[in-house]
C-alpha cells in the first residue's frame, strides 16, 4: 500500500494482490504541470498528432489544453485548440470515459475521466477482472461505427453513451514502448477489452492503460473489428524543461543534461519540438524547449554546429526531404529571431527518412522517426 497525491487530496493506493502488479516506471506521477502528452491518430491514408499540454494541476484536477493543426495540401489550415478539466472526483471514482471533444460544449464533464480511466476500476479490474463501463463517443450519421476517434466533435456526427462491460485481456502488465524524455522505454500496460452496446448494436474497442493505479492513463485505443486500421495512440510524454534531467533534477536540471549530451557526445535529440501535421509551423508548445536549447548555446558562446531534421517514411521520399530542411530551417530561426543566438553558429540539414532511428513499420517507430536533433561540431569527431 502506497500513499499518493492527487490534486491536494491525500488518499491510499492499493497496487493489487500480487508484487508483479507493482512495476517501476519513469513517469513521474501524478503528472506536472507543464508535461505534454503527444497521441498519434494512425488511420487510413495518414497519421496527425495532438498534442494535450498539462496546463494547471491543482485540487479540482488536471486541466488539459488540447490542440491539433493540420495543413491541407493546397496550403489550407485545420487549427482546433479545446481546454478540458479531468476532475479529481472523477479520476478517483468514475466509470464513465468521454471520448471525444466539443469545441461548443463545455470543458468538464462530471462523472467521466478523459484521459484515464479512474483509479476505481482500474482495482476493481485487478481484484475481479471486470467492472461496469460507459463510453460517451460520438456516432457518424449512418450509426456505423463509432467515431471515437477524432476526439473532437463534429456538427454531424451526435453524441451517443454505449454502456458494458471493461474485462482484463491479458494476465498481467506487458511493456508498452513510449517516449519518455525523449527516450525510448517501456512502460508497463495492462490491455483491456469493452464490450458495449447502444441503440441495439454492439462495439468492441480495445484498450492498453499504464499499470499505476496513481494515473491508469490511457496509451492504446483500437476500434472495432471493421475498422482495425484506426489506432489512436500515445507515443511521447515530455516533461517540463525543469524536470527532464536524468541526474538529480531540480530547475536546471534538463538543460544541464542537454549541455552534457552536446559536451559529451555532440549530438543530442531535441524533445519538446511539435509541428503542424506536415508543416514545418512551430507549435508554442515548442516554446520552452527552444527557450531552454538557447540558454545551453548562450553558456557556451564557442559552440557551433547543425540542426538536423528527419521524418518517418510516410509520404515520398521528395517530400520528406523538403520537409526536413524547413523544419531544421523554422528551430533554427526561432533560435535566432527570439532568442538572439548567431546565426553564423548554426547551419541546417534535413535527412528526410534516410536515417530512421527505429522501424517505420509500426506507430511509436514512426513518431520516433520524427525528431529534429542538434549535432555540435566537435573536432576529431
Not at 495532438?50 to 479540482?60: P, Q, R, T
Not at 547551419?347 to 549535432?375: D, W
Request: aromatic residues 8%.
Amino acid at each position: 500500500m502506497t500513499r499518493t497525491r492527487l490534486a491536494g487530496v491525500m488518499i491510499l493506493c492499493t497496487i493489487g494482490a500480487s508484487a508483479s502488479w507493482a512495476q517501476s516506471h519513469p513517469i513521474p506521477l501524478p503528472l506536472p504541470t507543464g508535461a505534454v502528452v503527444v497521441q498519434t491518430l494512425s488511420f487510413t491514408g495518414g497519421e496527425r498528432e495532438s498534442f494535450m499540454s498539462l496546463d494547471e494541476v491543482s485540487d479540482k484536477g488536471f486541466r488539459y489544453g488540447w490542440q491539433l493543426r493540420e495543413v491541407k495540401e493546397f496550403g489550407d489550415t485545420i487549427q482546433q485548440r479545446y481546454g478540458f478539466l479531468e476532475g479529481a472526483p472523477d479520476l478517483l471514482t468514475a466509470t464513465r470515459l468521454w471520448a471525444y471533444h466539443s469545441l461548443e460544449g463545455p470543458d468538464e464533464h462530471p462523472g467521466y475521466t478523459m484521459m484515464a480511466i479512474s483509479r476505481a476500476t482500474y482495482r476493481r479490474l485487478l481484484a475481479t477482472r471486470s467492472d461496469t463501463f460507459q463510453v460517451m463517443t460520438l456516432e457518424s450519421p449512418a450509426g456505423a461505427v463509432p467515431a471515437a476517434f477524432g476526439w473532437l466533435g463534429g456538427r454531424r456526427a451526435a453524441p451517443v453513451r454505449y454502456r458494458g462491460t471493461l474485462s482484463l485481456a491479458g494476465t498481467g502488465p506487458a511493456g508498452f514502448p513510449l517516449l519518455v524524455r525523449g527516450r525510448r522505454v517501456e512502460v508497463p500496460a495492462l490491455h483491456l477489452r469493452a464490450n458495449l452496446t447502444a441503440r441495439g448494436r454492439s462495439w468492441t474497442p480495445e484498450f492498453w492503460v499504464l499499470a499505476d493505479t496513481t494515473y491508469p492513463l490511457l496509451l492504446k485505443w483500437v476500434g472495432a473489428a471493421d475498422a482495425p486500421e484506426n489506432v489512436l495512440q500515445t507515443v511521447r510524454i515530455d516533461l517540463p524543461v525543469a524536470m527532464s534531467g536524468e541526474v538529480g533534477g531540480g530547475q536546471l536540471g534538463g538543460m544541464k543534461s542537454l549541455e552534457g549530451a552536446l559536451a559529451s557526445d555532440c549530438r543530442v535529440e531535441l524533445p519538446g519540438i511539435y509541428f503542424a501535421f506536415n508543416s514545418a509551423d512551430l507549435e508554442p508548445a515548442s516554446d520552452p524547449a527552444i527557450a531552454g536549447l538557447a540558454e545551453v548555446l548562450a553558456g557556451h558562446p564557442d559552440w557551433t554546429g547543425t540542426i538536423e531534421g528527419h521524418t518517418d517514411s510516410v509520404g515520398t521520399a521528395a517530400a520528406n526531404l523538403t520537409l526536413s530542411e524547413r523544419r531544421a530551417a523554422a528551430v533554427r530561426t526561432r533560435l535566432v529571431g527570439a532568442h538572439r543566438v548567431d546565426p553564423a553558429r548554426l547551419a541546417t540539414q534535413g535527412f528526410g527518412s534516410s536515417r530512421p532511428r527505429e522501424p517505420n513499420a509500426t506507430i511509436e517507430g514512426r513518431a520516433r522517426n520524427r525528431r529534429v536533433e542538434l549535432v555540435r561540431s566537435c573536432p576529431g569527431r
